[in-house]
């Protein structure tokens, strides 16, 4: 019921293409869910998060796609770049399990110039 | 966002001892989190430190092996006790759990147990 289910594992991307990580959860009562950057030996870093309130939030390069329906919710990383190689992570948080976030299982992005 | 201080940020200990790892937050905040990240693994939440009161900790932490202080709203000290080799990990505080759920996380405690 906690679980927060993400994939692909590992993504190896070409310079200038999309980057794409999927997440899917079952617990009806997270309202909120954030997407973390982690690079090497440093701690996660808040890239964006979105509310099951809008289907979509967009920052920059950065998109969060979110369907409540379906229950999942995926980010899009346009362009990626070479800097953008790092783990990124998924999570969720709500309900009872407030303040406590859930994370997916982290995605290793590999951008090739 | 709270700007998180951890440290040490990296420590190599003998197996049976303990190491404490201190959090301090630049603003006051409610709620405190300790989480563990094994190696290639994903975050997963060790303890709400609570100010005032008890720790709170999740199914498999127990308070013997990671003794949780919260003194006062902008600090927290998490204990790692009679360390074995199991132990090695990544620790991380985190705050967070405002209005506009803001959490935000510090640089981690790499710890190698030998």
């Known amino acids: 019921q906690q679980q927060v289910k993400q994939s692909p594992q590992s993504l190896i991307v070409q310079k200038g293409g999309i980057s794409i990580i999927n997440c899917a959860y079952e617990?009806?009562?997270?309202?909120?869910f954030p997407w973390y950057q982690q690079f090497p030996g440093k701690g996660p870093a808040l890239l964006i998060a979105?509310?099951?309130?809008?289907s979509e939030k967009k920052e920059g390069r950065f998109t969060i796609s979110f369907n409540k329906s379906a229950k999942q919710f995926s980010l899009h990383i346009m362009d990626s770049q070479p800097g953008d190689s790092a783990t990124y992570f998924c999570a969720a948080v709500g309900g009872t399990s407030y303040g406590k976030l859930t994370f997916g299982q982290g995605t290793i992005l590999t951008v090739h110039p | 966002s709270a700007v998180i201080s951890q440290k040490p940020s990296r420590d190599i200990c003998q197996r049976g001892t303990s190491l404490t790892i201190q959090c301090q937050v630049d603003?006051?905040?409610?709620?405190m989190f300790w989480y563990r990240q094994q190696p290639g693994q994903s975050l997963t939440l060790i303890a709400t430190?609570?100010?005032?009161?008890?720790?709170?900790?999740e199914s498999g932490f127990v308070i013997d092996k990671f003794p949780i202080s919260r003194p006062n709203l902008t600090f927290s000290t998490l204990t790692v006790s009679n360390m074995s080799p199991e132990d090695s990990s990544i620790y991380l505080c985190?705050?967070?759990?405002?209005?506009?759920?803001?959490?935000?996380f510090g640089s981690g405690t790499r710890l190698t147990v030998v």
């Open positions: 979105i509310r099951p309130d809008v």
């Open positions: 603003s006051q905040v409610t709620m």
């Open positions: 617990n009806t009562a997270f309202d909120y």
């Open positions: 985190s705050v967070g759990g405002s209005a506009n759920y803001g959490y935000t």
């Open positions: 430190a609570n100010q005032g009161s008890e720790a709170t900790y």
